[in-house]
């Protein structure tokens, strides 16, 4: 029988509409003492059920996984994957011969709040964000290969970085489920290799996706700058799209060597596109005005509120530089991955930018995550991918 976390009183209005997180201050006291992970029921202050879900240290208290009394148990695992695999096949990422990259389980979008899963393939690859999920891993594992119906065959369990660090779980990233010498994956008919091993994420930004596609659409005859390129998805997008030249950007080495391998993998022996290695501003600085269509996708530059402030004025001198240097008639991709950064924040910080460098500049297109990455209605937190196209005259 799981234990009772009682709230104090009045503090069960936000779960009332469905929030998935129980904030430490809410709680009045727990019977018994849980261990970090364990599945406790939640109680409001006349100890009347409100939901179940994870315990664990640290603001966030619990995090929910459902609003009925129920057991988290092989039954719950399989019914949540199925439901989470069955919307991917509705909306045509999965099961689709052009494309086996996408995302399966986006955490509270998916009503499993610090589970993440990726699908490379036939490997997937999962990463917990709560000693919860973390605890639960080999129970998922299970689930993942009954409910895709051989569809995934192993299983890649990579959270050495993205669990509590005071948790002190020792885990090691690994193959939990089989194991995958081939690390290819095809994303709208186009192939990349997928560092899952080493790489950021679970190995590819899966979130771009639909705005590759878009950028793809307007890259004919352009030239086209990538910068932060990481694995180099936006500049493979733009090859097959038409652009006369691509230059890829990122500060480490090791990206630039995979967009070399993703390039020739999908163009073996184009000219047309080309690596470096350098430092985004100091590149910024020297490029002169050659090119009419860059990107703009930096890593997260605030990962708490905290840092808001400098992370703005950061997007601001960024997309500053891409208005000084763009040409007449260029195309702007920008995009902020950073939680904390509203919609609002960022488009301030891009039309600071636009002023101080007196371009004309129009909004073409306001963009987002992709459907696979879902956001729940009642957990608008999850919205974390903003991006706008500009048309800078």
């Not at 509120?305 to 920008?334: C, M, S, V, W």
Request: charged share 25%; glycine share 8%.
């Amino acid at each position: 029988m799981y234990k009772n976390l009682i709230l104090r009183k009045g503090k069960d209005e936000s779960l009332k509409r469905f929030h998935p997180w129980v904030f430490s201050g809410a709680v009045h006291h727990i019977e018994g003492e849980p261990e970090e992970g364990e599945v406790v029921r939640v109680l409001d202050s006349e100890e009347r059920f409100v939901a179940v879900g994870h315990w664990q240290i640290g603001s966030i208290a619990v995090r929910v996984l459902s609003f009925e009394d129920i057991s988290i148990d092989a039954c719950f695992w399989e019914q949540a994957l199925s439901a989470a695999y069955t919307m991917r096949c509705a909306i045509g990422v999965a099961e689709n011969p052009q494309n086996d990259t996408f995302r399966l389980v986006h955490g509270e979008g998916d009503h499993l709040p610090g589970l993440i899963i990726d699908v490379y393939g036939k490997t997937a690859v999962m990463q917990a964000h709560s000693v919860g999920m973390h605890v639960e891993r080999e129970h998922i594992a299970d689930a993942l290969l009954k409910v895709t119906n051989g569809v995934i065959q192993n299983i890649y369990y990579k959270s050495e970085t993205t669990l509590p660090f005071k948790a002190g779980l020792g885990q090691e990233n690994g193959f939990i489920r089989g194991g995958a010498p081939d690390n290819q994956a095809t994303e709208n008919g186009l192939k990349f290799y997928i560092d899952w091993l080493k790489g950021q994420k679970t190995g590819f930004f899966v979130d771009q996706r639909d705005n590759r596609s878009l950028l793809e659409q307007y890259s004919k005859n352009r030239s086209v700058l990538n910068m932060f390129c990481y694995t180099g998805g936006f500049s493979v997008y733009a090859m097959r799209g038409g652009a006369k030249l691509v230059h890829s950007v990122d500060s480490s080495a090791k990206a630039v060597e995979l967009v070399n391998q993703n390039i020739e993998l999908n163009f073996p022996g184009d000219k047309r596109h080309q690596a470096f290695a350098e430092d985004a501003f100091k590149y910024l600085d020297d490029m002169g005005d050659r090119y009419d269509l860059i990107i703009l996708d930096p890593p997260a530059f605030a990962k708490h509120r905290d840092a808001l402030r400098h992370a703005l004025k950061g997007y601001t001198r960024l997309n500053a530089k891409a208005f000084e240097k763009i040409q007449p008639g260029g195309i702007l991709f920008t995009f902020s991955c950073s939680q904390v950064v509203t919609k609002d924040n960022f488009r301030m910080a891009v039309f600071t930018a636009a002023a101080q460098s007196g371009r004309r500049v129009r909004i073409l297109h306001q963009l987002h995550q992709p459907a696979d990455h879902p956001i729940n209605i009642y957990h608008p937190e999850g919205e974390y991918l903003k991006g706008l196209v500009l048309y800078v005259e």
